[in-house]
């Protein structure tokens, strides 16, 4: 009887020691403490804003239904496109209806964000919930770089974008095509252009020789999504945003008008109309084997190897001619922008804080994160060293691994969107500029206007505080190139 | 109780029940303006902290905005081109559709459903039209060419506007045809008879007959078009968003971008009273030459 009531008494002690030792979580990953302290709120339901599109297909049709699954708390994906979600943010925030609990934000973003107060600093929570030892797994450039503000966790990187070159190596590598390169520029063609220099002389060959069956390359030259290829070549090219003394703005210097006289240039030996291309014109051109080479996002290379576009929600995708003629490379200029991405985060207004902290936290984790970026209908990019060197994810398709170790080269040498206050309003006077670009107008008169709507921005943010932001962001060692 | 009193406790109860609905439309017209007037006299953004009193200086800056007066510009560019094309077409169309032709019922139908369908609709399907890569209209223009013909529409500063009307008059000039087409059918015949018996030929009889027959319904017309071309926003924002750069940007689509997109609410509000005084004077001076406010 004694022996049994010690056995009672000494598993209640390892029972309460248990509990005491449970917030360090020791041996388990975090996916399994966030699923263990979620449950206790099983029959809640937390909302998350997501990107509309085959992004949020993610939570509804993985994530979602499986956090439910082991948590029993419902997810509610409210769907924004990308163009309005810092809008909606701001919005709910200001309007405080607790109606979004989590939430995908653009690293760019994030110190508006948090100056307006919108997001939840998410440090007592990465602690609360063990979390520190697996964001130490995520690629330096997107962990250190896109995830605190002022030295705090507000979002927790959780898409690797980066630009990527994708070229074909049929083309490229065809003898009469190097044989006419090597006759016209003197030198062997380079397999793949390392530099714009190389690139547009290749390019332009290709469309020579083929006449335009394929063409050398087609770009994105939609605005939207151009400005950020600006962003990239403009400081590959030696550009410098402001004058870190005066903050007068400098994307008028003779870099930005060589990009934009370059880009005016290249189009004559592209596909008619390139203008008008986006992600999707580009990505049908690239499928289709209209074109030889282009730059865009990360899924370019998985869905141009017939990655998943069976899957149904891919079935707009044009069904891709050149699966196993592709190779991958880092961008002329060798550092691409890390363009976009996403980190999630918890509103500030959430009346679900924890709940929706533990779901990020799943969602982010090693166990749960690796097979979202394998998700072939979602648009989640490799970001942890894990990612990029994933046996399963190698398998996938023939040439992964060199998609893969191109993706961690770029990660390595990727260089940042730029982060200061009020960055959406520097973005819109760069849209608007490639916009006229395309209507003709001249490149030099443009960037001018350019950089005085900047300084405009920069008098009505304050000169100190945004000298004090773009201070913060330029010493980050993946502002810039760094200096050969 | 005597006469005088009589009449002044009839006027205090007539007061008395009407100053409900006074008061309601006091609220619901005056209110906002208002309030947009308190807000653009401030410095609110939704990223900015500071809301301070700003006094007139979001107004000084809108003087100065060359962007605001180019879309003000194009604004009325695009209300002086589409409104009488709109009127002429949509008169011819009415005018048409007098005669007895066999299946009116049916054309007509046909010809009014551009007018019901949403116009960002209208603008993504006419954008998918003048696509250069796979829409149809620069195909057909390639097969009568017989070569290929890349037209951006959207992007070329020469096509932009022409791309932006013919979806904006396709889309409600059947609008106007409908207003006309019943007031022609309410027109009495025997007014153009015996036109025609005195000699008047078919211009002399519309011009002289017919048109001020069916003026009020023209005026009134070309005013609630007129009204809908001056807040234009979708079919262009669907078509080229306001660009290339800036060209086609609209007053609606400039209060858009500044309001919801650059988060400027205080200055959107000073546009938005802008606009607000410039229409009311605009409206009041259209409705007096006309003679209807009378």
Same mark, same amino acid.
Do not use: C
């Given at each position: 009887m004694m022996q049994r009531r010690r056995f009672f008494e000494a598993t209640a002690m390892a029972g309460a020691l248990a509990a005491l030792a449970r917030p360090s979580f020791a041996a388990e990953s975090a996916a399994k403490k966030a699923v263990e302290a979620a449950k206790q709120y099983a029959g809640t339901e937390i909302s998350i804003v997501w990107e509309a599109g085959l992004q949020a297909l993610d939570p509804l049709n993985f994530s979602g239904p499986l956090w439910e699954k082991e948590t029993g708390i419902k997810v509610k994906v409210v769907e924004v496109p990308t163009s309005e979600m810092f809008t909606k943010i701001l919005q709910e925030h200001r309007a405080g209806t607790g109606a979004y609990d989590a939430l995908n934000v653009i690293p760019a973003w994030m110190p508006d964000l948090v100056r307006a107060g919108a997001l939840e600093q998410l440090d007592e929570y990465v602690d609360k919930y063990g979390y520190r030892d697996e964001l130490q797994d995520i690629a330096p450039v997107y962990r250190d770089n896109q995830m605190t503000v002022d030295g705090k966790i507000y979002g927790l990187p959780d898409d690797g974008d980066v630009f990527i070159m994708y070229y074909r190596t049929d083309i490229l590598g065809d003898p009469e095509i190097q044989e006419a390169f090597k006759a016209k520029h003197g030198y062997d063609l380079p397999v793949p252009p390392k530099t714009w220099k190389e690139f547009d002389e290749v390019g332009a060959l290709i469309t020579e020789v083929t006449g335009g069956k394929p063409y050398g390359a087609a770009f994105i030259r939609d605005p939207a999504q151009g400005q950020f290829m600006f962003q990239e070549r403009f400081r590959n090219e030696g550009g410098i945003f402001f004058d870190a003394e005066t903050m007068k703005a400098q994307v008028n210097s003779p870099a930005g008008v060589k990009v934009f006289s370059d880009w005016v240039? =290249? @189009?004559?030996?592209?596909?008619?109309?390139? =203008?008008?291309?986006? &992600?999707?014109? @580009?990505?049908?051109? &690239?499928?289709?084997?209209?074109?030889?080479?282009? *730059?865009?996002?990360?899924?370019?290379?998985? %869905?141009?190897?017939? $990655?998943?576009?069976?899957?149904?929600?891919?079935?707009?995708?044009?069904?891709?001619?050149?699966?196993?003629? #592709?190779?991958?490379? #880092?961008?002329?200029?060798?550092?691409?922008?890390?363009?976009?991405? &996403?980190?999630?985060?918890?509103?500030?207004?959430?009346? @679900?804080?924890?709940?929706? $902290? *533990?779901?990020?936290?799943? *969602?982010?984790?090693?166990?749960?994160?690796?097979?979202?970026?394998?998700?072939? &209908?979602?648009?989640?990019?490799?970001?942890?060293?894990?990612?990029?060197?994933?046996?399963?994810?190698?398998?996938? %398709?023939?040439?992964?691994? /060199? $998609?893969?170790?191109?993706?961690?080269?770029?990660?390595?040498?990727?260089?940042?969107? *730029?982060?200061?206050?009020?960055?959406?309003?520097?973005?819109?006077?760069?849209?608007?500029?490639?916009?006229?670009?395309?209507?003709?107008?001249?490149? /030099?008169?443009?960037?001018?206007?350019?950089?005085?709507? %900047?300084?405009?921005?920069?008098?009505?943010?304050?000169?100190?505080?945004?000298?004090?932001?773009?201070?913060? %962001?330029?010493?980050?060692? @993946?502002?810039?190139?760094?200096?050969? | 109780m005597t006469q005088p009193n009589v009449h002044r406790h009839d006027r205090r109860f007539g007061y008395a029940m009407i100053a409900p609905a006074v008061a309601i439309i006091l609220f619901i017209g005056l209110f906002p303006l208002i309030w947009t007037l308190l807000v653009s006299v401030q410095n609110i953004s939704m990223i900015d902290e500071d809301t301070s009193f700003q006094g007139l200086l979001n107004y000084q800056r809108l003087m100065s905005d060359t962007r605001f007066w180019e879309a003000l510009g194009h604004t009325l560019m695009f209300t002086a081109v589409a409104l009488p094309l709109e009127l002429i077409l949509g008169l011819a169309l009415a005018l048409l559709f007098l005669e007895e032709l066999p299946g009116r019922p049916v054309f007509v139908a046909l010809l009014v459903l551009p007018t019901v369908i949403s116009p960002i609709v209208a603008g993504a399907a006419w954008r998918l039209l003048f696509d250069n890569r796979f829409g149809p209209i620069n195909q057909v223009i390639s097969w009568m060419a017989g070569e290929p013909v890349t037209i951006l529409w959207l992007n070329d500063p020469n096509f932009v506007y022409a791309a932006i009307l013919i979806a904006e008059v396709w889309q409600w000039t059947p609008f106007m045809f409908l207003l006309l087409f019943a007031s022609l059918t309410n027109v009495d015949p025997s007014l153009s008879e015996a036109a025609r018996i005195d000699g008047a030929g078919f211009w002399r009889t519309l011009w002289s007959i017919i048109l001020p027959v069916i003026r009020p319904v023209i005026v009134i017309a070309l005013l609630i078009r007129g009204l809908d071309l001056f807040r234009i926003f979708d079919v262009i924002w669907a078509l080229t968003k306001g660009g290339p750069g800036t060209r086609t940007e609209t007053i609606s689509i400039y209060a858009y971008v500044q309001g919801f997109q650059q988060f400027e609410t205080s200055y959107t509000a000073a546009m938005a009273f802008v606009i607000i005084v410039i229409l009311t004077v605009l409206v009041m001076a259209a409705l007096k030459r006309v003679e209807i406010a009378r």
């Amino acid at each position: 009887m004694m022996q049994r009531r010690r056995f009672f008494e000494a598993t209640a002690m390892a029972g309460a020691l248990a509990a005491l030792a449970r917030p360090s979580f020791a041996a388990e990953s975090a996916a399994k403490k966030a699923v263990e302290a979620a449950k206790q709120y099983a029959g809640t339901e937390i909302s998350i804003v997501w990107e509309a599109g085959l992004q949020a297909l993610d939570p509804l049709n993985f994530s979602g239904p499986l956090w439910e699954k082991e948590t029993g708390i419902k997810v509610k994906v409210v769907e924004v496109p990308t163009s309005e979600m810092f809008t909606k943010i701001l919005q709910e925030h200001r309007a405080g209806t607790g109606a979004y609990d989590a939430l995908n934000v653009i690293p760019a973003w994030m110190p508006d964000l948090v100056r307006a107060g919108a997001l939840e600093q998410l440090d007592e929570y990465v602690d609360k919930y063990g979390y520190r030892d697996e964001l130490q797994d995520i690629a330096p450039v997107y962990r250190d770089n896109q995830m605190t503000v002022d030295g705090k966790i507000y979002g927790l990187p959780d898409d690797g974008d980066v630009f990527i070159m994708y070229y074909r190596t049929d083309i490229l590598g065809d003898p009469e095509i190097q044989e006419a390169f090597k006759a016209k520029h003197g030198y062997d063609l380079p397999v793949p252009p390392k530099t714009w220099k190389e690139f547009d002389e290749v390019g332009a060959l290709i469309t020579e020789v083929t006449g335009g069956k394929p063409y050398g390359a087609a770009f994105i030259r939609d605005p939207a999504q151009g400005q950020f290829m600006f962003q990239e070549r403009f400081r590959n090219e030696g550009g410098i945003f402001f004058d870190a003394e005066t903050m007068k703005a400098q994307v008028n210097s003779p870099a930005g008008v060589k990009v934009f006289s370059d880009w005016v240039a =290249e @189009n004559k030996w592209m596909p008619p109309g390139v =203008e008008t291309f986006g &992600f999707v014109e @580009n990505l049908a051109a &690239f499928l289709q084997g209209d074109t030889a080479m282009t *730059l865009s996002w990360p899924p370019y290379g998985r %869905w141009a190897a017939g $990655y998943g576009t069976d899957e149904a929600a891919l079935n707009w995708v044009p069904k891709s001619t050149i699966a196993g003629k #592709v190779g991958y490379a #880092v961008t002329p200029g060798g550092h691409p922008q890390l363009a976009s991405g &996403f980190a999630l985060s918890v509103s500030a207004s959430s009346a @679900n804080k924890e709940a929706a $902290y *533990l779901f990020i936290q799943w *969602l982010n984790s090693r166990d749960i994160s690796i097979q979202r970026v394998q998700l072939p &209908f979602a648009l989640r990019d490799p970001f942890r060293e894990g990612h990029f060197t994933s046996e399963e994810y190698k398998s996938r %398709w023939p040439e992964a691994p /060199q $998609y893969l170790a191109a993706l961690q080269e770029a990660a390595n040498t990727g260089i940042l969107d *730029l982060s200061i206050l009020q960055t959406d309003r520097y973005e819109e006077a760069i849209r608007q500029g490639i916009s006229r670009l395309w209507s003709g107008e001249d490149p /030099q008169a443009i960037l001018d206007d350019v950089a005085a709507q %900047w300084d405009a921005v920069t008098e009505r943010v304050g000169v100190d505080r945004q000298k004090a932001a773009y201070a913060d %962001w330029a010493s980050k060692p @993946n502002a810039y190139p760094p200096k050969a | 109780m005597t006469q005088p009193n009589v009449h002044r406790h009839d006027r205090r109860f007539g007061y008395a029940m009407i100053a409900p609905a006074v008061a309601i439309i006091l609220f619901i017209g005056l209110f906002p303006l208002i309030w947009t007037l308190l807000v653009s006299v401030q410095n609110i953004s939704m990223i900015d902290e500071d809301t301070s009193f700003q006094g007139l200086l979001n107004y000084q800056r809108l003087m100065s905005d060359t962007r605001f007066w180019e879309a003000l510009g194009h604004t009325l560019m695009f209300t002086a081109v589409a409104l009488p094309l709109e009127l002429i077409l949509g008169l011819a169309l009415a005018l048409l559709f007098l005669e007895e032709l066999p299946g009116r019922p049916v054309f007509v139908a046909l010809l009014v459903l551009p007018t019901v369908i949403s116009p960002i609709v209208a603008g993504a399907a006419w954008r998918l039209l003048f696509d250069n890569r796979f829409g149809p209209i620069n195909q057909v223009i390639s097969w009568m060419a017989g070569e290929p013909v890349t037209i951006l529409w959207l992007n070329d500063p020469n096509f932009v506007y022409a791309a932006i009307l013919i979806a904006e008059v396709w889309q409600w000039t059947p609008f106007m045809f409908l207003l006309l087409f019943a007031s022609l059918t309410n027109v009495d015949p025997s007014l153009s008879e015996a036109a025609r018996i005195d000699g008047a030929g078919f211009w002399r009889t519309l011009w002289s007959i017919i048109l001020p027959v069916i003026r009020p319904v023209i005026v009134i017309a070309l005013l609630i078009r007129g009204l809908d071309l001056f807040r234009i926003f979708d079919v262009i924002w669907a078509l080229t968003k306001g660009g290339p750069g800036t060209r086609t940007e609209t007053i609606s689509i400039y209060a858009y971008v500044q309001g919801f997109q650059q988060f400027e609410t205080s200055y959107t509000a000073a546009m938005a009273f802008v606009i607000i005084v410039i229409l009311t004077v605009l409206v009041m001076a259209a409705l007096k030459r006309v003679e209807i406010a009378r």
